[in-house]
């Protein structure tokens, strides 16, 4: 596709493959910018059609769907790293997707991506491509604690064990071998804490990146962020800058999300990537002069990329399935500061994102000590970002 320099003018429509949270709060964002969009979800009442988006309601692989889709934007970006590469590429060779197929196709591949961030001199965990229950011994002798990673389709923690032992190697490998599926180990990182680093950058090149995040997880399910990260001057730059060299290295048109684990001498190693808005950087909806869906918005759609300028410190919290009742009984105990974002799901359940809270306050300490009361989440995890 020719690409147009000149911004994409309001009134445009633009296509989303994928319609939860994170297409909705797209959406939400576009609107303000005068643009329309239509989503190809399979699942009916997505969050992306409850903000007003029209949906197609057909699988991301769907023909007749993926041409409906093309022949109707003018562009199309998606919202997760699930949909099918191959529908992506065959989009683009028909309508203009800025994010492109290729770093989709690295997003979606453990091993591929590893390979990659190698490539681009960024720091990661020793790793070894593992087909066989002997290749599996011999890397936990030579790399010691492992996490065994499906190379593909793990997501929240999906498609990991974590092995310590040569007893727990006969079940780990037939788990995780059982389809066949290609499998990653990776030395396991004894870390301080996990960070992350929202970057955009547009086809002019611009690059700017977000406050960087400090994360806590429950159950590999990301339950709060605090911004920014504490960690010393040094390690936050460290790690932006690591985050524009991937952003560079990639070509990245829109946001890409890279976690790190911060380890014990201050050194930081790149654990995954995410090339869209992504779960922490969910406080720059409160909290930030360009949130980073607007950001992604003017990425692909050739604006000038906008402020991340930070106004306070900032708490996020998940709304998970099992958060949700409660908290809907104790809405009139929020601190003041609370901005509470719900997605419209109608299925709840444990361990689905429901929607988040941002905070924001001079003292996030004082914040964390009122969520501890209200009894919605896991003390021990609030205490953590004390």
Request: glycine share 6%; charged share 25%.
């Amino acid at each position: 596709m020719s690409l147009d320099p000149e911004p994409l003018q309001p009134g445009a429509t633009i296509g989303l493959l994928g319609g939860g949270q994170l297409a909705q709060m797209l959406v939400l964002a576009g609107h303000a910018m005068g643009f329309r969009f239509m989503v190809l979800e399979p699942n009916p009442d997505c969050p992306a059609a409850l903000a007003g988006a029209e949906q197609i309601t057909a699988s991301y692989t769907d023909p007749e769907a993926l041409a409906k889709l093309a022949d109707s934007c003018q562009l199309v970006t998606y919202e997760f790293e699930n949909v099918d590469a191959e529908a992506v590429s065959w989009l683009e060779e028909r309508v203009d997707v800025p994010q492109g197929s290729e770093i989709l196709r690295i997003a979606q591949n453990r091993l591929r991506e590893k390979k990659t961030l190698v490539r681009l001199n960024i720091p990661v965990a020793p790793f070894q491509k593992i087909t066989t229950e002997n290749e599996l011994s011999l890397a936990l002798k030579s790399l010691g604690e492992l996490m065994l990673k499906t190379v593909t389709g793990g997501y929240d923690g999906k498609g990991q064990v974590r092995i310590s032992k040569v007893e727990q190697i006969p079940e780990a490998f037939s788990t995780l071998y059982s389809t066949k599926t290609e499998i990653v180990a990776e030395q396991f990182v004894s870390f301080e804490r996990e960070v992350s680093v929202i970057v955009a950058r547009n086809r002019l090149g611009e690059i700017s990146c977000f406050p960087v995040a400090e994360n806590v997880h429950e159950k590999n399910i990301l339950t709060i962020s605090r911004i920014p990260a504490r960690l010393d001057s040094r390690v936050r730059e460290q790690a932006q800058l690591l985050a524009k060299q991937i952003a560079e290295g990639l070509e990245l048109v829109g946001v890409l999300a890279v976690e790190m684990f911060v380890l014990p001498d201050g050194n930081l190693v790149v654990n995954e990537l995410a090339p869209r808005p992504h779960n922490s950087g969910h406080f720059t909806l409160n909290d930030c002069a360009t949130s980073q869906f607007e950001q992604h918005l003017k990425a692909i759609t050739n604006f000038p990329l906008g402020s991340t300028e930070m106004y306070k410190p900032a708490i996020m919290l998940n709304i998970l399935g099992e958060h949700l009742p409660l908290l809907l009984k104790r809405l009139k105990d929020l601190p003041p500061e609370a901005k509470l974002h719900l997605y419209g799901k109608q299925e709840c359940r444990p361990g689905r994102k429901m929607g988040h809270l941002n905070l924001t306050a001079d003292s996030p300490e004082s914040l964390l000590e009122n969520l501890v009361k209200l009894g919605i989440w896991d003390e021990a995890l609030l205490y953590k970002m004390l």
